[in-house]
């Protein structure tokens, strides 16, 4: 099935540039507004859709524009904040390589000692807006995927807090190129993934090649999202910035295991909130947030390796509302924080005012 969205504004447009800044119930209103099953799991529901990723789709306007969709879309990502990205008809826009997702909402905390700034702060908290998404078009387990996880923080615990802020955005996955991971309880997602390039097989191949070569050409490392955002939110004037280098996610432990052959992954999410049929939250999903400055990367692109040292659990993330929907599929947004040489210093960003600068 065709992802939905319009790809003709993978680019960054009037909409992006005026974005005010956005508050957490206007978000998560509109990724909850249209869920695919008005209920989830009820009898007669319709089965959840599963968009394709072609490289069509990736290449599309080459020929036209001399940049493709996938070059666009990678520097709009770094280049704008806006939360949400309706578009001119009301559709939002194509996601190119996760099309598959499911959004989630509920709180980020943090709980022990921390020498960081920010929202890593000791004693922060702030409400999220996330998206678990698979890359390309696989969803079930037994398959070679690669689970996602990319959210935004908004700086405050009022859920009807009504002041608009620009909020700080997070990325993460599994291995690049896919791993084998049959349950999400499994599933370590970091901001500075592996990368096996031969694992997405001859299919997708070109794709996961067009991407690199699109995302570098944007902007600079690729397959490491910096954490600074986070790092700054909330900030006093004149206090220095102070980013934990790596981060990581993964399930708390006491979660249960859904069992389920061939179970979606967006299903196992749903599970872990809700009863199958009844729309009440029974449950949470909590993923606890680690972090660490110590890491080495070794190898090619195409086959890069990360081993760390001294993870350090800081906090959790503790989901209690979750949905699949239109909405959370083609239109919320999560900005890519560009490039710095030194993450702590907005002096050195590879990306300025829409211009590759370094």
Known sequence: MSSVG???????????????????????????????????????????????????????????????????????????????????????????????????????????????????????????????STCCAETRRGSTRSLSMVGKLFPTDDPNDTGLVRTANFITQQDIGGDHTDYINDAELRNAPDTTVLRRGAGGLPVILATGMALARADRMPSIRQLYEIAELGKAVGEPTRTPEFLRFVVAPEQPRIAGDRLDFRDEIMSQIYDRGDPAPKRTLTFLIEVTDEGHTSGPPFRERRTFSNWRRIGRIAFDRAAASYNGDAVIHFSHPTWRDDRNDPATGTRVNGRKVR
């Open 6 to 132: 319009s790809i003709e504004i993978e680019g960054t447009t009037a909409e992006d540039t005026a974005f005010p800044g956005s508050t957490f119930r206007e978000v998560s209103d509109a990724v909850f507004a249209n869920p695919y099953q008005r209920v989830w799991g009820a009898p007669g529901a319709p089965p959840l859709p599963v968009y394709d990723v072609t490289l069509a789709s990736v290449i599309h306007g080459a020929l036209q524009r001399g940049r493709t969709a996938l070059l666009r879309a990678a520097e709009r990502t770094v280049d704008s904040r806006a939360d949400l990205r309706w578009g001119p008809d009301r559709t939002g826009f194509r996601r190119l390589l996760h099309p598959n997702g499911i959004c989630l909402s509920g709180r980020w905390q943090i709980t022990e000692p921390s020498e960081y700034s920010g929202y890593f702060a000791t004693g922060k908290t702030a409400l999220v807006v996330a998206r678990y």
